[in-house]
T-cell receptor, first 117, second 114 residues
Framework: AQTVTQSQPEMSVQEAETVTLSCTYD???????LFWYKQPPSRQMILVIR??????QNATENRFSVNFQKAAKSFSLKISDSQLGDAAMYFC??????????????FGKGTSLLVTP | SQTIHQWPATLVQPVGSPLSLECTVE??????LYWYRQAAGRGLQLLFY??????ISSEVPQNLSASRPQDRQFILSSKKLLLSDSGFYLC?????????????FGPGTRLTVL
């Protein structure tokens, strides 16, 4: 079974500072895809960043970047220059195959990020 | 550009009543469609997955069912709701090869069963 672990239920960061959210996963696949989603109070899930496991280079999207360590099965999200609008629940997810449902996302339990002025 | 709609946004239903939640996608053809549920304080759990009209795969056996009557329409139903069905229901879509898909989510429906 594939599991995704987010060990930090809550994190806090000051505005303009940098914060790193941790994620580890377990998979038997050699090629797979990893995602970070953001869920603000509106509760809509918004894609933040995506990483393809076969790519060595860490993905970057503006202030968001990942530190992908394939051997360690670690996929952390770094948010630079944090803004008040970054406050949300952040979910790490791995795309997995199931004989019942085909390809679907397997989510961690989330990290609640608080941004203070 | 593609957009995804869900309705209703919120719903309060008594135990034992039926349920119908609707999801539609615009701006794309033959999408893969998904229903997820998010219980309070938890991550998302996949409920159903569809690669085309009339093609539904179920991840977890339960009293819910799904149907896909049209290419871009996905419906989640129940004949008799349970208290445990309360939660936040999210529909998602993706296109292309499912192994490489990025899934995009709708705004969700908050269901409370009393």
């Amino acid at each position: 079974a594939q599991t995704v672990t987010q060990s930090q239920p809550e994190m806090s960061v000051q505005e303009a500072e940098t914060v790193t959210l941790s994620c580890t996963y377990d998979t038997s696949e050699s090629d797979y895809y990893l995602f970070w989603y953001k869920q603000p109070p509106s509760r809509q899930m918004i894609l933040v960043i995506r990483q393809e496991a076969y790519k060595q280079q860490n993905a970057t999207e503006n202030r968001f970047s990942v530190n992908f360590q394939k051997a360690a099965k670690s996929f952390s999200l770094k948010i630079s220059d944090s803004q008040l609008g970054d406050a949300a629940m952040y979910f790490c997810a791995v795309l997995r195959w199931s004989s019942n449902s085909g390809y679907a996302l397997n989510f961690g339990k989330g990290t609640s990020l608080l941004v203070t002025p | 550009s593609q957009t995804i709609h869900q309705w209703p946004a919120t719903l309060v239903q008594p135990v034992g009543s039926p349920l119908s939640l609707e999801c539609t996608v615009e701006g794309t053809s033959n999408p893969n469609l998904y229903w997820y549920r998010q219980a309070a304080g938890r991550g998302l759990q996949l409920l159903f997955y569809s690669v085309g009209i009339g093609q539904i795969s179920s991840e977890v056996p339960q009293n819910l069912s799904a149907s896909r009557p049209q290419d871009r329409q996905f419906i989640l139903s129940s004949k008799k709701l349970l208290l445990s069905d309360s939660g936040f229901y999210l529909c998602a879509w993706s296109v292309g090869g499912a192994a490489t898909d990025t899934q995009y989510f709708g705004p969700g429906t908050r269901l409370t069963v009393l």
